[in-house]
């Protein structure tokens, strides 16, 4: 599969126009790793593996050129990019050099960020929240002139709210704010973010689209894969074990029971809907702090063969899960801010291709991608 | 995915019509699986695992019952199959009780085997060698009264023939002789068989169908359903390196490195055709006894991602050689029969979900099961 | 390493007298593998594989021959030893035709089964149990006129004890009854037994050898021979992380976080002994029913090597549970059986080669090999 | 195991000698790591991770600091060290900024490298290229002022030599000239090196000590901890199959069937020694240049338990070859001019700890540790 020309890149995609994107966890490992492989492709300096938007197949959808993004966000840490960038280097996730070579696309950017909330200690009420952040929305398109802005969390993961709890979840809070300016949305966490009946609502009567939830990175990338081919060969999956390793901020995050209950609630879902049942089998998550930002996914699949035969097939994925992130939240982000330019709002169920946990649509990878192409082709035709 | 209930199998296939089933290596461990399956299937002793064409889409399909299927075959071994299934259920590949439970199915097909050759020492020409094998077709159809039969290769692994032996190898004088006797042809094994210029001419002008090659039961069939996920997600393979370790007589005859390069051939095309290029990496396959029927394959991946961030698959595969086999072995005389009922000849590639090598259609695991339903379909419409 | 001949055996072992091995957990499958692979191996139906007292530096060591060996033991459950049997047959632990050609040592070793307790309703104190106990064993010595008895708890692992609990847990009621009844004892399990102060003292003053804790089958024994190699290379251990799926009863044992617990402190042991600080890593043990009686472990350990290098070693063993267990459980029989007729007593830290919770003495393998065959000249010399 | 700390370093090391290190292959990833390493840890830079002569067991056998240590080499490659560890930096292997740090250090290195030979077109006949080799290390002796200097091995695998070449290898012209010399000599590669009755009896002649073959970095370092296991536990290893996956020099070396020949012969040795008997099973080594200096090794070990229980072990070792190799070299530096110093002379069988293929020992690397800790105990003596 080769890349897009840059001479076809510049044919084809709207460059007169910028475009908005917001991070809330805008100094996270994945932001900067996004923010930073934005500026390195658009400067030629690294190919854009990773990026499904670059193929042939996206060429003449009108995508927002990587060249108009416009970067900001949210984020209670207050460590700049260009810091963080050289850590991320430093445990080589960014190629050396690079935070050097894009500094000031990355002490643009952390101009950008706001201090978001609430912070520990913080007295406001739900809609004072929401109202300051939708006004830092407002404030950040009008002085950088973007069309549209795309609101993207990419904040740890929450754990799941008691269903009694009078007050909305942070990653909520900012997904009403995004609607309440006028901004599509991109949920990439397990957390709540857009999934509630009112929010899902206010963003359609808003014409807004937005996508979500829960970025498919490794495992369950894996999982969506191989559970079709059992279906496909009429082979019988026993049990489906799995043990997740991590370190970085993800792992600490997921050492919490009940954020890690949020995140293995959609591995869980992609084994039921392809296999039609759940089988056996668990999955950890644990906190490994000596691996950093990369990750260790080990799978066991017990299955039965012909005449009762039993086998195993295991897979051992290692990956760096900021560089595994950052080139789908890029998708994203054309993805969605071209939808939102097109006038599609509500869920877009063609994006399932890039989440554990999609708003609707095919569970099998192969599909979610012929979803995705027909996508593609759809926004060809609102051109 | 559930299998088709009893009551559906009875209304929706023939079972008036008799078919047969001629093994070249009638007594190796996959056609007497083979066999023995089938009587344990068709007696309700076991599910139909493994089988797709058990499997609702095939219902309507007009596939011979599995109960009117007669086998006979070609082998220069002499140990009777109902001998045989004991050896196979020791090793675990069958289960215990099976072969007494279904002694009277496996003498019968024991009865209709016949020596086949070149036996060393044999002087007779092809010519000579071809026309023996096809009386002996003609006299199982004759004697068994089958309205069809469909030729099947299982026999071991031959080494790549020399451009320029005059003479055929054995896998070809099989298939001519299937021709030459109106029967289908299914090659499941790498060696030439029908894939010559002259036979496959024959093959067509004779209205016959035929499906080849290599059955693809493990190591390639994980590789055909991941490397589509590494291109649609625009990730670059590196390297995909692979070890297989197998015992039983397919790992002795692939210890012959001529063998060995003819299956590899197999096993690398689906990379390089799904991947666009060949990645850097060897196959090795392993002639280990101590591990009998069974077989592990160990696959390593290195691939990039975002801004070249080196990451790693890696895959173990652990299965029963014959009984990911022989479910296959028994769909494809189910398809190739029918499709020779309907009319259909020449190469079928809506059947190259279940080769290697294929006779065309997609390298993708997905877009070949597609191909299948499709195929499928085809089917419906001829009834 | 060569076994030793039947001729040595016979010649260097005791025949005269009979050995009682009274089994708490006697109808499990470590029970019932331990009873019939003895069978087996006295009737030369197999190798003694596994046991390392048949290895010849035991040759001269006075050890009870196999065919001395007398079973009897305690369990709450009251399937028949011999259906045990063909049930462990049929999940593939013990060898076809075994059961069979072994139902009588079967069936005399299920008349001495005893029920035991408590039950649930049981209003016996501790010290009624442990006389009813105690008045089995003797009552068992009495009618087989063995010599000596070795109690071994084999039952499923305990809950570890609440500090503050007045009964003792029924690990310790059957200890404290061998240590009544003059029986030497064996825990085999990770539950509390001997272990407390009053038991451990009450055994020294009867002059009582005893050895345990927690039989070292399969994750836990890697780990002590990987942990002294990255010490004794200079190598930093960042993490260790462990995963093992496991069927069967121990696996369902081992579900409640409790009874894991007093496993997993085991497993830490020998890794904070051996490196000098525990690393970083969790250990999960998963019950996965589909998996019977076979467990798979799967251990990742990540470690910095010179200028701070970051490998990774992962190791992955499949094994079957009771079958690793069982010729353990034969050897300690015969090892602490001896040391009671040589009148040695108390805790045997020369056996810590066997256990993952050892009474003192080396955590390295190689170290408590040296010891046990030091042990080993010590029997030779009390002869 | 805690590192000496530099207070013991300083006071149990000898400083007023220096001690000349002579690589052949100075150029290479092995070497310029070692070089490099040596100043980063001299200068406080990085703890001495990998080092086992840094450890306490070695604090006063009067082994030469690292900071006497002096190096040169003979190469046929230019690149100059200096650049040549900026690549190993950039490929992960160095870590960033060190190669700037040590500057001086590898500038002064590059200085003391010779050319070497034979190169192609050479006409020199053996005996002038030993003198020219010999010539080149008293030259260096003289100019850096050195007490003695050792000799190391370090270049590319050489093919095993045809019994009737009249000519000695390249590894043995080396050797020679080093005997020549006085030096003593390690050999950390499969190539013959001082393996002839000739050279051998020269080194005893000339009193000099020597040690090798093939330094033990990664697979047989396991292979030499894990099958002494299973003969303690008198488990049947029934076969023990291997792959190694590396690039760089060393992959591209071993792609030549011979040279992988020779290194495999090591790596049986082991097994065959501890086992008693060699296992079935191959081993593998692919290069695979996209994981420049990376290697991955997978093992799979088939092994018997009680009864004939089927059991697999697999084991997965990823490593970076030049910082698993590095610090043995510089541990074997210290040792062999140490036991040049006091005497000793022949080949050092208590340093078989360190090699695949050693001189006489033990195979089991627990026994080989046992006897580098008395040889060490021997230097102590000879103060």
């Known amino acids: 599969m080769t890349t897009t ?26 932001a900067t790793t996004a923010v930073a492989g934005c500026a ?139 609607i309440r300016a006028g901004c599509s949305y991109v949920n990439f966490t397990p957390s709540t973010g857009l999934r509630t009946e009112a929010l899902t609502a206010a963003a359609e009567a808003g014409g807004l689209p937005h996508a979500g939830r829960d970025g498919k990175t490794g495992q369950t990338l894996l999982r969506s894969v191989l559970a079709p081919m059992f279906v496909q060969r009429a082979l019988t999956v026993r049990a489906w074990s799995g043990t997740n390793l991590l370190g970085g901020g993800d792992g600490a995050a997921l050492a919490d029971p009940a ?46 063969g012909f005449l009762g035969s039993r086998m195993i097939l295991q897979t051992i994925w290692q990956g760096c899960d900021s560089a595994l992130a950052a080139p789908l939240v890029l998708d994203l982000v054309r993805l969605v801010a071209r939808a939102h330019e097109a006038g599609l709002s509500g869920p877009l169920p063609g994006l399932g291709f890039y989440f554990k946990d999609p708003d609707g649509g095919p569970a099998a990878l192969a599909e979610q991608f012929e979803a995705l192409l027909a996508f593609a082709e759809r926004l060809k035709e609102t051109r």
């Not at 869980?268 to 906190?287: K, N, Q």
Request: hydrophobic share 40%.
């Open 259 to 304: 954020a890690a209950a949020a995140k293995n609630a959609g591995k869980e879902r992609v084994l039921a809907d392809t296999l039609g049942t759940a089988p056996e089998g668990e999955v950890h998550i644990d906190d490994v702090p000596a691996l950093g930002d990369w990750k260790t996914a080990w799978d066991h699949i017990a299955f039965d």
């Open 40 to 178: 390195a492709v658009t400067a030629g300096l690294h190919p854009a593996t990773g990026m499904v938007t670059e193929t042939p197949p996206f060429a003449d959808t009108g995508l927002p050129a990587l060249s108009t993004l416009v970067f900001g966000g949210h984020d209670t840490a207050s460590c700049p990019l260009p810091k963080r960038a050289e850590a991320l280097t430093a445990a080589g996730v960014l190629p050396h050099g690079l935070p050097t070579a894009i500094h000031a696309e990355l002490a643009a950017a952390d101009q950008e960020i706001r201090a978001g909330g609430p912070q520990p200690g913080d007295t406001r009420s739900d809609e004072e929240l929401i109202d300051s952040f939708a006004d830092d929305l407002r404030d950040f398109a009008r002085r950088t002139g973007v069309a549209r802005t795309v609101v993207v969390n990419l904040s740890s993961t929450e754990p799941q709210p008691a269903p009694d709890d009078p007050r909305l979840p942070a990653s909520s809070l900012y997904a009403a704010a995004a």
């Open 5 to 30: 020309s840059p001479a076809t890149t510049t044919r084809t995609e709207s460059t007169a126009v910028r475009t908005g994107v917001w991070f809330v966890g805008a100094r996270g490992s994945v």
